[in-house]
T-cell receptor, first 113, second 109 residues
Framework: EPEVTQTPSHQVTQMGQEVILRCVPI?????FYWYRQILGQKVEFLVS????????KSEIFDDQFSVERPDGSNFTLKIRSTKLEDSAMYFC???????????FGPGTRLTVL | AQRVTQPEKLLSVFKGAPVELKCNYS??????LFWYVQYSRQRLQLLLR??SRESIKGFTADLNKGETSFHLKKPFAQEEDSAMYYC???????????FGTGTSLTVIP
């Protein structure tokens, strides 16, 4: 059964550094999403992406964040200058259409030191 | 405001006992609600959605608009039900989900 994959599973970085989190959505899916979960808190929506552009973003998704689909398979989340409070689990998800079930990846744990 | 509340962080029941995981929501209009489950070391996966009105792995959930609730129930808990359960509400635009903080269910053998 096809699955969403994410790399790396764990990323450690220094404050102020740029990080890129990678996701490979399910191949025939058209909608892509990023969520994050700070330890002990709820899963929070960051951004949705469709047709090579952001379709919706939350207040969390400020100018430090960007998303890209650099080729036909990858979907990336870039954090330009990481802060301590960016430490969280980041989940990628994809769906075939906008109102369909979202399939989640296993997550990337980002630790900012 | 669109919000989901799961009042219980931890819930323990004995195997064979009934289980109910509570979820309340805040939403003006007709909500679309879901339960996601995350088993140990696995990814978040959809358990059920209210519009399907289905029973998955013995779990059911009924939308109660009067009480703004979408509680998850199972009459006889099994050990393999031990997991983290998240209630989620689809936002107005359809793209984003609002998740609760989750309830960790432990089924005691």
């Amino acid at each position: 059964e096809p699955e969403v994959t994410q790399t790396p599973s764990h990323q450690v970085t220094q404050m102020g550094q740029e990080v890129i989190l990678r996701c490979v959505p399910i191949s025939n899916h058209l909608y892509f999403y990023w969520y994050r979960q700070i330890l002990g808190q709820k899963v929070e929506f960051l951004v949705s992406f469709y047709n090579n552009e952001i379709s919706e973003k939350s207040e969390i998704f400020d100018d430090q964040f960007s998303v890209e689909r650099p080729d036909g398979s990858n979907f990336t989340l870039k954090i330009r200058s990481t802060k301590l409070e960016d430490s969280a689990m980041y989940f990628c998800a994809s769906s075939e259409f906008g109102y369909n079930e979202q399939f989640f990846g296993p997550g990337t744990r980002l630790t900012v030191l | 405001a669109q919000r989901v509340t799961q009042p219980e962080k931890l819930l323990s029941v004995f195997k064979g006992a009934p289980v109910e995981l509570k979820c309340n929501y805040s939403y003006s209009g007709s909500p679309e609600l879901f339960w996601y489950v995350q088993y140990s070391r696995q990814r978040l996966q959809l358990l059920l959605r209210h519009i399907s009105r289905e029973s998955i792995k013995g779990f059911t959930a009924d939308l109660n608009k009067g009480e703004t609730s979408f509680h998850l129930k199972k009459p006889f808990a099994q050990e393999e039900d031990s997991a983290m359960y998240y209630c989620a509400l689809r936002g107005r635009t359809g793209n984003q989900f609002y998740f609760g903080t989750g309830t960790s269910l432990t089924v005691i053998p």
